[in-house]
């Protein structure tokens, strides 16, 4: 007897045990699988008096593909398939699931299971069936061609999602602005097929109004860009995944306008308005801003703030870093005539001091800031030692994290890349308002 035997009392552990694949007729290949007892320790499996009969059939078509004709049931199976196949990731779905939710749609278990067939006899798909003496159920659904099936379920749609694809690359291609970069790498990613025409065309639409700096109702957008004024409530919370929240690119409910505040004069005609005789500060239309005349800045500069309540306590003097300066609310990215007022103090050679949120928007608005003050441009509070000093941090998500890490990546040498990367270390972010008062 070797020495390296060890005795032991073998424990069963129940596996199922594939066949090879073997070919059968009409182009189809199948293999079966048996349940056996195997010692969990040996790997021995326990003897049987007789075979035991197949639990699991697989069947795939190998060659001569026959694609089913278009037809009402049959696109419902599809596009059922290609949700629930992108929802699990694996590209495998229950079958059981499946018909259970078709079912629902009104269709019979037997249509859908005939409709099953066809997509297998198409070679679209791999059923896995659950034999039962004479009966077979279908277990499992694994798709092997989704853009088969999605073409089948939507005729024409993906060459209208590719079109549309391609037309959105080329209208952001180029085009300087956070949001538009943002979008331009979405849109040259692989997953970005998968987003509907529409979606894709929102998007760019979104992009190209945020480097506009226009500010526009959610109703005007929509019938402006996307054909329709309702268009934008049906897409908003995709398009909102991608971009943020649409009022911080100046998308709105209401009219533009721009809430100024502090010291200094704007002149409008002959008119002169005294900001600091409208404490604490004054909003402007877009019409009229576009009327104003060159502002007299105080020496202290521009104090570009991103968050109202920030700027309501700046406007008050309650942060003293503010005082004595002309005061103007970005209202999220800066819009028109907050550029217009930046570009005057930028060429002014006054300061053109900017405090943001402390995480990615925050950096990316002061960034787009810089790029119009140029070396007028100061950074307030937003530094790496104020990431590490702050008292109140909300945790980092997994999906900014990650666009942080991107965004390092690709800006390595960008304004403020310490400051994200002080956030990556802390793992949190930091809101305006929670400085307030220290």
């Known amino acids: 007897m070797s020495a390296d035997f060890v005795r032991h009392t073998c424990r069963w552990g129940r596996e199922l045990e594939w066949s090879v694949w073997t070919r059968v007729a009409d182009g189809f290949r199948e293999r079966e699988a048996r349940r056996v007892f195997r010692c969990v320790e040996c790997g021995l499996d326990r003897p049987n008096r007789k075979p035991r009969p197949p639990a699991w059939l697989e069947r795939e ?6 694609v089913p004709q278009p037809h009402r049931e049959g696109a419902a199976v599809a596009a059922r398939l290609v949700r629930e196949a992108s929802r699990s990731g694996s590209g495998e779905v229950s079958g059981k699931r499946l018909v259970g939710l078709l079912r629902a749609q009104g269709m019979t278990a037997s249509m859908a299971e005939d409709w099953l067939d066809r997509l ?37 749609q993906r060459a209208a999602r590719l079109d549309a694809l391609a037309a959105a690359r080329e209208a952001v291609r180029g085009v300087e602005h956070p949001v538009a970069e943002l979008v331009a790498a979405l849109l040259d990613d692989d997953s970005a097929g998968s987003f509907a025409p529409e979606v894709l065309r929102a998007l760019a639409a979104v992009a190209l109004h945020a480097a506009s700096g226009e500010v526009l109702a959610e109703r005007v957008f929509a019938a402006r860009h996307l054909g329709d004024s309702k268009a934008l409530r049906k897409l908003r919370r995709s398009v909102e995944h991608v971009v943020g929240p649409l009022e911080a690119i100046g998308i709105r409910e209401g009219a533009a306008l721009t809430l100024v505040g502090g010291v200094g004069r704007l002149h409008l005609g002959t008119t ?21 005349g060159r502002p007299e800045l105080p020496e202290r500069g521009l104090f570009v703030v991103e968050n109202l309540t920030v700027f309501e306590a700046c406007c008050r003097a309650e942060v003293e870093a503010a005082r004595d300066s002309m005061v103007v609310w970005s209202a999220g990215y800066p819009g028109r005539g907050v550029r217009a007022l930046v570009e005057v103090a930028a060429s002014a050679g006054v300061a053109v001091r900017v405090w943001a949120d402390l995480d990615l928007d925050g950096v990316r608005i002061a960034r787009l800031l810089a790029r119009w003050a140029g070396a007028s441009f100061t950074p307030h509070r937003m530094s790496p030692h104020d990431v590490a000093s702050a008292d109140v941090v909300r945790p980092l998500s997994l999906s900014s994290a990650t666009a942080i890490r991107a965004d390092l990546g690709a ?21 305006q308002e929670t400085m307030l008062g220290e």
Request: some cysteine; aromatic content about 4%; charged content about 30%.
């Open 61 to 66: 078509r190998e060659t001569g593909c026959v």
């Open 120 to 156: 297998l006899a198409a070679g679209w798909v791999r059923l896995r069936l659950r034999l039962r003496g004479t009966r077979r159920t279908v277990g499992h659904v694994e798709v092997r061609d989704r853009e088969a099936l999605d073409d089948f379920a939507n005729p024409g």
């Open 272 to 292: 002169v308005i005294d900001l600091a005789a409208l404490s604490p500060y004054v909003g402007l239309s877009r019409e009229v801003l576009g009327q104003l």
């Open 411 to 431: 800006h390595r040498d960008a304004p403020l890349a310490a400051t994200l990367a002080a956030l990556l270390e802390r793992d949190g972010w930091i809101e």
